[in-house]
Structure formats: structure tokens, C-alpha cells
């Protein structure tokens, strides 16, 4: 899991400086979490993160901007409550998440945004 950056950003997901529309970058989709070091919520969904990105490796990249170092890209995407998580799928717009959900929410959300079901 990497975290992000507004240059590691606009290589790996966006480049919003040089699009107006969105034009996802990545090969595969991803999820970004939105997170605060202080932020309780967020550090109960790091290890759900962390499993995930384990779980689907080589099918979906999952990334981590925190919030306070990285206020621009927060700001991009209107983060006002955290964690929010960003699901980009490779073709068609982006999805948000606000709030922690179980790591079975964030499943049914990446089968559902991505078309991805994982065999158990």
C-alpha cells in the first residue's frame, strides 16, 4: 500500500493539471483512503486497508493520502469528513465512501463499483 503524494497522485490516478475532465490514469482500478494520524476511525479502517490490498493484489492498487499533509488533493476532492475512501474504477467516474464501513462493506463496494468478486 503506498501513500500518495500530489505528484504520485497526478502520475498514478489523475493528472488534473493537464485534464479538466477525469481521465483516470492508473491500468487498474484503485481505492484511495482519506486519513488523519488523530483520526480514530481511520486507524480502525488501516488494517481493513491492509488485508484488502493483500486480498485483490494485482487487481486493485490501494493508496492512503493523509489529509493533513497532502491538503490540496483533500481539498480537490471536497474531504470534509474522514476516513472518506475514493473508489476509480479504470473506465467511468469516481465513487465516494464517507465514513468507516466493515471490511464486507468495502467488498461489496469494490465488487459492485469495480466488478470484481473475490473467490473465498
Known sequence: MEHLT???FREKVFDFQTNTEWNFAG????IIDFYA???GP?????PVMEQLS??????????KINTEEQQELSGMFGIQSIPSVLFCPVDGKP??????LPKDGYKKAIESVFGIALVS
Open 54 to 63: 493483500k486480498e485483490y493484489d494485482g487487481k486493485v492498487d490501494i493508496y
Open 42 to 46: 481511520c486507524k480502525m479502517v488501516a
Open 37 to 39: 494520524d488523530w483520526c
Open 27 to 30: 491500468n487498474k482500478p484503485c
Open 6 to 8: 500530489l505528484d504520485t
Open 95 to 100: 465513487q465516494m465512501s464517507v465514513g468507516a
